[in-house]
């Protein structure tokens, strides 16, 4: 059964357009994952503004995960970290306490070309959201491959289908990207109270009731429903399990509002550090 519909919504991110899926008035979270937009699909033409990309700024109590299907972002922060992200690999920045990040088209600066992927933020559970900081990068190589009659893909991070990840996760989770051939099934795990899938491309067919890329689909907890691809398509699938509500503001995610007080009055009075490899340039607070 499902249990709600959302559609992307466009929505600006400096010069660059995105599809915003989560957070959602109807439903903040999916699991742990509390933010989800499309990065495209767009053509960028050459060579590429830096008013494109996306300086420095702050995030607190969450890990920014980045996957791509398209086009190259160089990541940089200030644990000193730099990071080209490419199509299959992931990016998994845990920010914990406090951390600072650009993500900025270098490699594709003169040429230009296509970007399209996903962003994706996990809350962390209360008791490890003041955690250190840290980033991971993971190759296309490490992510284990799903390859069935009809169905490609990549299981990113949990364990689901008989697969498990080497990705670290704080909480329990799922999160693939998979391929469907038209007339194909597609499975959707169980075992977590919150599943959804959301449609890249082509198009699902839910107890009589299709559904178009664009939309992400919410199923009910401990429902079986049987998902049938009516086309070639492109999903992502993500659940897990809810952690409890939480507070968003701009970067910042946290289980109490007075944190995020702190973590506003710690960026703007310089306590959160600058990535030392990009440090010219910062996105201030947006009511200052």
């Known amino acids: 059964m499902v249990e709600l519909v959302i559609n992307q919504r466009q929505h600006s991110i400096g010069a660059f357009e995105v599809g915003r899926v989560l ?19 767009q053509e960028l033409a050459g060579p590429i503004g830096r008013e494109a990309d996306v300086r420095p700024h702050p ?18 922060d200030s644990l000193g970290v730099e990071q080209d992200i490419t199509p299959g690999a992931l990016n998994w920045m845990t920010a914990g306490s406090g951390i600072s990040h650009s993500e900025r088209f270098d490699q594709m600066r003169q040429q230009g070309g296509r970007m399209d992927g ?44 008989g697969l498990t990840s080497p990705v670290h996760v704080d ?9 469907a051939r038209a007339g194909q099934s597609v499975p959707l795990p169980g075992g977590h109270e919150e599943r959804a899938i959301y449609i890249c491309g082509g198009g ?29 398509s492109h999903l992502m699938l993500l659940g897990g399990e809810p952690l409890g509500p939480r507070h968003i503001w701009w970067n910042f995610v946290s289980s109490h509002k007075e944190r995020i007080e702190q973590a506003k009055d710690d960026w703007q009075n310089g306590r959160i550090m600058l990535p030392p490899l990009d440090n010219q340039d910062f996105i201030p607070l947006p009511e200052y």
């Open 23 to 41: 957070p959602f008035r109807q439903r903040r979270m999916v699991g742990p994952f509390i933010f989800f937009d499309r990065m495209g699909p």
């Open 59 to 76: 995030h607190i109590g969450l890990s920014t995960v980045t996957y791509l299907f398209e086009g190259t972002i160089t990541h940089r």
């Open 118 to 161: 996903i962003q994706a933020w996990v809350a962390l559970p209360e008791d490890k959201e003041e955690q250190e900081p840290d980033f991971v990068h993971y190759s296309a190589q490490q992510l284990p491959l799903i390859s069935e009659t009809g169905l490609q893909g990549r299981l990113i991070a949990g364990a689901a289908l």
């Open 171 to 179: 909480s329990p989770l799922f999160y693939i990207e998979l391929r």
């Open 204 to 232: 699902l067919e839910v107890a009589g009731q299709r559904y178009e890329a664009g939309q992400m689909v919410v199923f009910a907890k401990g429902d079986a429903p049987r998902i049938l691809a009516f086309q070639d």
